[in-house]
């Protein structure tokens, strides 16, 4: 655990919320990660730290394979969580090493292709923009929902915006399988959805390698902003 | 817990992904939720159970209240989860009972009006599409960070996919609390955003109910994807 000086607040125009209050004064953080103890929360620490407080991106990953009961594990687990109108717009593609991963890494970024070809599995985390056709089956009490999302823009949108909160609980869930992520948006979508999903009304929304941490997997944490500068009060 | 009958499939197009596999015939779901046993997770199945398998969205809520150190503790803790570049362009707004959450019921669809007016807080999940000002402190060893979103629609597509992932964690981090969280699509996020952001940063993405259930606080659970919906394979 390391500890950074304090810097000066990187903004200086006051409260972004009109009639918010925002508690003035210099922007403190630290890198140090917060005590479990005496926190009002239901979850327990160990759940805490596996999820979130000791969790950390990865940027190198072993040998250890994953295995396709962990993936679905960790889909079977995630799935729970809500969308609106139940909507689950997600969609996992699993691109294990071989001609799959080397087709996969012409489409993404230098900085990113040396982690992205060691990882044992590469996750696609798409969005279904034609998710209105499974409405009827999953959100059957109201039969107008496939209607309701008969305009393509406003339809693409939803699809971006409920596939990114299922991004966050996978993200999460491969945690909770005991794994490390490495999410990347260092990549080119629409190549990649060119040579993915040519056609289909799949787009890529972001990458994530998955694993077991290699050796020098995590760089310092990085600054976290304080609750003034992210809670407000109406 | 229900179990509704087999319904056939919504969609009759196939696989939506080119080159992936998926397995054919009729697909089938359950409403009921899956064992805890036997799954290869690390998380303990009662924090399965607490933040997805048991946890619902709730429509109703009790008068017991939600505390200033229960908002921060769940801040304090899905503060972790990971962002692109750690842009973390996440804001919640409070919106407690009196004149704000008057003023906040203005604007949210008449289905959801009463739910929005009992429930002890209303946040509003909204994303800083200034969030760039923060990268010099934040993401301190890429000193071009900030001009790297120097494109206005750029920048706002990058604040409202990653404060997404981080809607995602924190109905999560809601759970984690002990509360139960009701996600609101249903407002009108332009007359929200003059409102209450005025000329300012923000934008506004998702309302959220958060207390305890109340009497009649759920509908039935609404069926999930299977796996082979979901999860393909490159």
């Not at 999820?51 to 991106?57: C, D, E, P, Q, S």
């Amino acid at each position: 655990m390391c500890r950074h000086p304090a810097w000066p607040a990187g903004r200086s125009k006051g409260s972004p919320v009109g009639g918010v209050t925002r508690e003035s004064g210099i922007v403190k953080y630290s890198t140090s990660v917060s005590p479990t103890v005496n926190t009002p929360l239901a979850l327990s620490p160990d759940a805490q730290d596996l999820l979130f407080r000791n969790a950390r991106t990865a940027n190198a990953f072993s040998d250890e394979p994953v295995t396709d009961d962990q993936i679905a594990a960790i889909y079977d687990l995630v799935k729970y969580a809500p969308t609106a109108m139940n909507a689950q717009p997600l969609r996992i593609v699993i691109v294990r090493q071989g001609a799959a991963r080397e087709r996969l890494l012409k489409h993404v970024a230098d900085g990113n292709r040396d982690k992205t070809a060691n990882a044992p599995v590469v996750a696609i985390l798409a969005a279904d923009t034609d998710f209105h056709e499974n409405l009827a089956r999953t959100f059957p009490h109201f039969p107008g929902a496939k209607s309701a999302f008969a305009d393509d823009v406003a339809r693409e949108q939803a699809a971006r915006f409920n596939a990114s909160l299922q991004i966050g609980y996978f993200l999460l869930g491969v945690r909770a399988a005991g794994l490390v992520a490495g999410p990347m948006g260092g990549f080119d979508a629409n190549s990649l959805d060119d040579d993915f999903f040519a056609g289909g009304p799949l787009k890529s929304l972001l990458l994530v390698n998955i694993g077991k941490p290699g050796e020098n997997a995590w760089y310092d944490r990085l600054p976290r902003l304080e609750q003034d500068e992210v809670v407000f009060t109406a």
